[in-house]
């Protein structure tokens, strides 16, 4: 119940094109869901976050949709960019709890 | 600005030696954390400290104790290191809870 399932593991996509990372979890406790960036050597990085009380959160490129009943968040990132290739990570975190679960995470690559 | 400091960045130690891993943030925060990453497993947490003065366990906590030495610093001591610890590790820290984790760029610990 306190997994974290992330898909795909792999992705390939072409410049200008649009990537999309799908998470799915099973408690409904969690209250905050992070989507974090990570390039090769170096520590993840926060790109985007929601709150279940919103269906929708954009910031530039990147949007997080988010279906509640379904369990299951996603992220967009649209106009690819070969700079976005790196390994992405989706996180759940009950209120108030301390406790990120993580994705197990999805490698981008996109192709100049 | 340095915001999550660790070190060492990499480290080979023997089976049955000790090591601590140091962390320091300059961002006032309250809560810090200790998360190790390996190959297809994403991040998974050992140990948090939700404020200076308390240490809780996380996910993975066996074979590891941490200190809270004060705001700034919390660090993460292997007593008798195993194979098994082989990692990347890396600190983070909050506000609080859900809010964004700021993570530093890791200690590479290889244990032969």
């Known amino acids: 119940q306190q997994q974290v399932k992330q898909s795909p593991q792999s992705l390939i996509v072409q410049k200008g094109g649009i990537s999309i990372i799908n998470c799915a979890y099973e408690?409904?406790?969690?209250?905050?869901f992070p989507w974090y960036q990570q390039f090769p050597g170096k520590g993840p990085a926060l790109l985007i976050a929601?709150?279940?009380?919103?269906s929708e959160k954009k910031e530039g490129r990147f949007t997080i949709s988010f279906n509640k009943s379904a369990k299951q968040f996603s992220l967009h990132i649209m106009d690819s960019q070969p700079g976005d290739s790196a390994t992405y990570f989706c996180?759940?975190?009950?209120?108030?709890?301390?406790?990120?679960?993580f994705g197990t995470g999805t490698r981008l690559k996109v192709l100049a | 600005n340095a915001g999550v400091t660790q070190t060492p960045k990499f480290q080979v130690l023997k089976t049955g030696q000790s090591m601590t891993l140091q962390c320091a943030q300059d961002?006032?925060?309250?809560?810090m954390y200790w998360y190790r990453q390996d190959p297809g497993m994403g991040l998974r947490l050992i140990y948090y400290?939700?404020?200076?003065?308390?240490?809780d366990k996380g996910e993975v906590p066996n074979g590891y104790n941490v200190s809270r030495l004060n705001k700034r610093e919390f660090s993460l001591r292997l007593e008798s290191a195993a194979p098994s610890q082989t990692s990347v590790y890396f600190c983070?820290?909050?506000?609080?809870?859900?809010?964004?984790?700021?993570f530093g760029d890791g200690t590479r610990l290889s244990i032969l």
């Open positions: 408690n409904t406790a969690f209250d905050y």
């Open positions: 929601i709150r279940p009380d919103v």
């Open positions: 996180a759940a975190e009950g209120a108030g709890t301390y406790k990120y679960i």
């Open positions: 983070a820290s909050s506000s609080t809870a859900n809010q964004p984790q700021h």
């Open positions: 400290s939700a404020s200076e003065g308390t240490t």
């Open positions: 961002m006032n925060h309250n809560s």
